[in-house]
């Protein structure tokens, strides 16, 4: 059973980074995506940047330009660089992984997904 730990979320200012983690259970293997997904509060839960064990990426409009996902497969962990933070990103982020194709990774479906973390935090004030 895989499991995923979040971490990094916190408050900033609008205009400042944050960089989140997720710690997977697992050696990082061939044919997998992993995607950070984001929910606010009465919003439906939406996919923010994905990568598969390619290194491809890909990335909501939204998010385009100052979010950037990578991964340290020596440490088995995920990450979400933000920059220029905007007071709409706040919400609930979660990692999620799953088996690879293309439209798991690029479809940004939270369905599709059966691995999840909790979720860490993230408040962007003005």
């Known amino acids: 059973q895989v499991q995923l730990v979040e971490s990094g979320g916190g408050s900033v200012q609008a205009g400042e980074s944050l960089t989140l983690s997720c710690e997977v259970s697992?050696?990082?293997?061939?044919?997998?995506?992993m995607v950070w997904f984001r929910q606010a509060p009465g919003k439906e839960r939406e996919g923010v940047a994905g990568?598969?064990?390619?290194?491809?990426?890909v990335y909501a409009d939204s998010v385009k330009g100052r979010f950037t996902i990578s991964k340290d497969n020596a440490k088995n962990t995920l990450y979400l660089q933000m920059n220029s933070l905007k007071p709409e990103d706040t919400a609930m982020y979660y990692c999620?992984?799953?088996?690879?194709?293309?439209?798991?990774?690029?479809?940004?479906?939270?369905?599709?997904?059966?691995?999840w973390g909790q979720g860490t935090q993230v408040t962007v004030s003005s």
């Open positions: 990568i598969d064990s390619n290194g491809m990426t």
């Open positions: 697992v050696h990082f293997d061939n044919g997998y995506c």
């Open positions: 999620a992984a799953g088996p690879w194709s293309w439209s798991r990774c690029t479809g940004f479906d939270p369905n599709t997904f059966d691995t």
